[in-house]
């Protein structure tokens, strides 16, 4: 078993164990692009009690080790880069489309009594834009970048991917904090109790849609990322 502690960085126990995101995403505890602190830490800034959050991990990793299940942390670079692929961009893909006629609609309908569902949809739009060139860019430039680099890494290959994973990571922070944004004002994602199925439906895709950013990002900055500066 990983001896996680206190003093372990939140985006490492992420890295090791991918299932704590959940705990950490339902205790709010941004395990992503402000991961790079001390379980304690994060634990601190929302008043939490780390050796609770600790013992809570430990039952998670137990779970996990008797079902010995594969992680996408322990992936190859290219069978990575495919899962991320498979998995995130292709979901973006097809959910972002799906899901905008929905908010437009609970804006127009419900935007006038409940004001906040307003800035929903411009936030979603704002996402919807950039998460799409976001992953168009990184399948169509970086990724094979990266995959060039890490199969035979040379300084100078690094030194021109160095921009492009700045670029990547500030987009990812900018994606982040929209997303932050969307919860505060929905309160959790919390639908007022008179809600209909329309305001529930978007309510609990805008969660999902921000459960799996979070993954994604992990993915990109704590694990693939990490290995274009670990090497050479």
């Known amino acids: 078993m990983t001896q996680f502690t206190v003093n372990t960085q939140v985006s490492d126990i992420v ?13 709010r505890i941004d395990y992503c692009c402000g991961g790079k602190i001390s379980l304690e830490e994060a634990a601190g800034q929302r008043n939490l009690d780390a050796f609770e959050v600790l013992k809570d991990l430990h039952s998670i990793e137990e779970k996990q080790e008797a079902r010995g299940s594969l992680e996408p942390s322990k992936f190859g670079e290219k069978t990575l880069i495919a899962y991320i692929q498979e998995k995130y961009h292709a979901g973006l893909r097809e959910e972002l489309p799906l899901l905008a006629p929905y908010i437009t609609k609970l804006a127009r309908v419900h935007g006038e009594n409940h004001s906040h569902l307003l800035r929903v949809q411009e936030i979603f739009k704002l996402l919807r834009a950039e998460l799409l060139d976001h992953t168009d860019d990184e399948d169509l430039n970086v990724f ?20 492009h994973v700045v670029e990547l990571e500030a ?62």
């Not at 890295?15 to 205790?27: I, M, V």
């Not at 199969?151 to 160095?162: C, D, F, I, V």
């Not at 505060?184 to 805008?206: M, S």
């Open 171 to 232: 987009e990812h922070d900018n994606a982040g904090q929209l997303l932050h944004e969307l919860r505060e004002i929905t309160d959790n994602f919390t639908p007022p109790e008179e809600a209909c199925g329309t305001y529930r439906l978007v309510y609990a895709r805008l969660e999902q849609l921000e459960k799996e950013t979070f993954e994604h990002v992990h993915l990109e900055n704590n694990i693939l990322f990490d290995r274009i500066r670990q090497a050479v």
């Open 144 to 163: 094979p970048l990266i995959i060039d680099f890490l199969a035979n890494p040379t300084p100078e290959m690094k030194e021109k991917l160095r921009p």
């Open 15 to 27: 890295t090791a164990l991918p299932q704590s995101a959940d705990l950490f995403r339902n205790l």
